[in-house]
């Protein structure tokens, strides 16, 4: 989302400034600043969404681990039962 810059207040400083190059420069100035985004900003911003996708990235291994040890233990548990099955058919 777009950050706006108060046209009206800005407007009323530079009709304040009355052609001051000083004073239009400072509302100018002060106008843009206000919503400016400084390279620590983004920098944090970096940091704060690369502990989100590690956090995530971990949360997703950890449920892939569980899914996959339980299908393990699923298969097993049907090998295990096909193997006695086919020995009783096969004492038979």
């Known amino acids: ?8 207040a800005l407007a009323q400083k530079l009709r304040q400034a009355e052609g001051a190059p000083e004073a239009i420069a400072e509302a100018i100035g002060h106008a843009v600043n206000e919503h400016a985004v400084t390279k620590n900003d983004l920098l944090l911003l970096e940091h704060q969404v690369d502990t989100k ?7 997703l291994d950890a449920k892939l681990s569980r899914a996959l040890y339980s299908q393990s233990a699923f298969l097993t548990g049907v090998i295990a039962v096909a193997t006695a099955f086919l020995a009783v058919i096969l004492h038979r």
């Open 1 to 8: 989302m777009a950050t706006m810059i108060d046209t009206l």
């Open 53 to 59: 996708i590690t956090s995530l990235e971990e949360r």
